[in-house]
């Protein structure tokens, strides 16, 4: 119904209510694809009700909507179920953080009730370069000033790499921006809180706060079954990561020698039954399939970058840990309650570790004993599963009792500004 009468007023409305909302962009075409937003925002343009509303707020979710890697698929999808479950549900508009904000699509921003912004590692300065805003949502300090509508940063990660450039100035000029706007400002883990810290002053410090990534609390999400290492199932999974193959290896010296250490502790471990699956989040990550074709260990190859969400939630369900380089191949199997072992070629891993307080179920790339070190995790791991899964289960506990503070901070802050 909200569909037809908004194609109904875009045959109707005067040009001078639409003009500057969609420059170049067909009015019943939008009005088609986005009904209540477009009525909401004739609906200020014009100062009066056009009768068609949403029964509930609306929301723009700034994020990788079609990304094509395996954690994010799972993250943004979770970060509007934490959203609806926690403050309000919203009526989503889905708009992609690599898209350049400007004068076509800021009145979208504009006529929303929220923006949401995150969650994922979106301090970064080489995915989607830019000289607007030098991290991955492309939006110009001037824009951001000029926004009336609250703005939240919920959950997003410095992702900036060891030994990378620092950042360009208009970062450190946007970030101000951008965490003086905000209403709320939630990093992923501490050590981005440290990292974005040094890029602001101290009043502005203050105003950054921890939030977990949505993805750890999967399981309190959706209702997953039993976990796999509850369950005894002899099933591990590897993920390795080969973007930016010279920031997190080094040499390709050392890049054999990480790699050869890491085949030959997954063979130990297939000769004592556990069952190996080689998970790829993106493309590039089977790039470690020769090391352990050399070292002949029996394996699966699991292509998850192309799946949807409950494809990679189902499998990691079923893995009862899982050695991984990806933040997500972490925080995933973390949040369906799965043993992890972290494999630390950017510091985000050993952060998320600090946060759950168990770093000691991670080893560093750098590690000269990386094979000896990482069959140990893994039978420490599996020793006692009860154990392990009771420090799994508090651990995820005092993240949730963070993100329903957040949230209810969040949700206190947009009912005061709504009035």
């Known amino acids: 119904?909200?569909?037809?009468?908004?194609?109904?007023?875009?045959?109707?409305?005067?040009?001078?209510?639409?003009?500057?909302?969609?420059?170049?962009?067909?009015?019943?075409?939008?009005?088609?694809?986005?009904?209540?937003?477009?009525?909401?925002?004739?609906?200020?343009?014009?100062?009066?009700?056009?009768?068609?509303?949403?029964?509930?707020?609306?929301?723009?979710?700034?994020?990788?909507?079609?990304?094509?890697?395996?954690?994010?698929?799972?993250?943004?999808?979770?970060?509007?179920?934490?959203?609806?479950?926690?403050?309000?549900?919203?009526?989503?508009?889905?708009?992609?953080?690599?898209?350049?904000?400007?004068?076509?699509?800021?009145?979208?921003?504009?006529?929303?009730?929220?923006?949401?912004?995150?969650?994922?590692?979106?301090?970064?300065?080489?995915?989607?370069?830019?000289?607007?805003?030098?991290?991955?949502?492309?939006?110009?300090?001037?824009?951001?000033?000029?926004?009336?509508?609250?703005?939240?940063?919920?959950?997003?990660?410095?992702?900036?790499?060891?030994?990378?450039?620092?950042?360009?100035?208009?970062?450190?000029?946007?970030?101000?921006?951008?965490?003086?706007?905000?209403?709320?400002?939630?990093?992923?883990?501490?050590?981005?809180?440290e990292a974005i810290s040094r890029y602001l002053e101290p009043e502005l410090r203050s105003r950054l706060s921890f939030q977990p990534c949505p993805t750890v609390h999967l399981a309190r999400l959706y209702g997953m079954p039993e976990s796999a290492l509850a369950e005894g199932k002899p099933n591990i999974a590897f993920n390795?990561?080969?973007?930016?193959?010279?920031?997190?290896?080094?040499?390709?010296?050392?890049?054999?020698?990480?790699?050869?250490?890491?085949?030959?502790?997954?063979?130990?471990?297939a000769s004592r039954g556990w069952k190996v699956s080689v998970v790829l989040h993106l493309p590039t990550d089977a790039a470690a399939i020769p090391w352990l074709q050399l070292e002949s260990v029996p394996y699966e190859v699991v292509d998850l970058w192309a799946q949807n969400a409950d494809v990679v939630t189902r499998f990691y369900s079923q893995q009862a840990l899982t050695l991984g380089m990806r933040g997500h191949s972490q925080m995933i199997p973390f949040g369906l309650g799965n043993g992890i072992v972290s494999i630390g070629s950017h510091d985000k891993l050993a952060w998320f570790l600090e946060d759950i307080r168990h770093p000691e179920w991670g080893v560093d790339v750098s590690d000269q004993n990386l094979a000896e070190h990482l069959i140990d995790l893994v039978d420490s791991l599996t020793l006692s599963t009860t154990d392990t899964r009771s420090k799994l289960i508090h651990a995820e506990e005092c993240l949730w009792t963070t993100t329903i503070a957040n949230a209810s901070l969040v949700r206190s802050r947009l009912e005061e500004l709504r009035g």
Do not use: C
């Open 240 to 269: 390795a990561a080969f973007d930016r193959r010279l920031l997190r290896f080094g040499t390709p010296q050392e890049e054999n020698r990480i790699m050869t250490q890491i085949a030959r502790a997954l063979r130990e471990l």
């Open 1 to 193: 119904m909200a569909r037809q009468i908004a194609y109904k007023i875009s045959k109707h409305v005067p040009t001078s209510l639409t003009s500057g909302i969609r420059h170049g962009r067909g009015i019943a075409s939008w009005a088609r694809r986005d009904p209540t937003l477009f009525a909401r925002t004739v609906a200020k343009k014009a100062g009066r009700a056009l009768h068609v509303r949403s029964q509930n707020p609306t929301a723009v979710h700034i994020g990788y909507h079609n990304p094509g890697n395996a954690g994010d698929t799972v993250l943004f999808r979770a970060t509007r179920e934490l959203w609806d479950r926690t403050i309000w549900p919203a009526e989503w508009v889905k708009l992609e953080v690599s898209a350049p904000v400007d004068d076509s699509n800021f009145s979208d921003l504009s006529a929303s009730d929220a923006i949401v912004v995150g969650g994922g590692g979106l301090f970064l300065r080489d995915t989607n370069a830019n000289q607007v805003s030098g991290w991955q949502w492309a939006i110009p300090s001037e824009s951001l000033e000029r926004l009336q509508t609250p703005l939240v940063v919920w959950a997003v990660g410095y992702n900036r790499f060891r030994g990378q450039p620092d950042f360009d100035e208009v970062f450190k000029s946007n970030v101000k921006t951008l965490v003086g706007k905000a209403i709320f400002t939630g990093l992923r883990n501490r050590g981005s809180i």
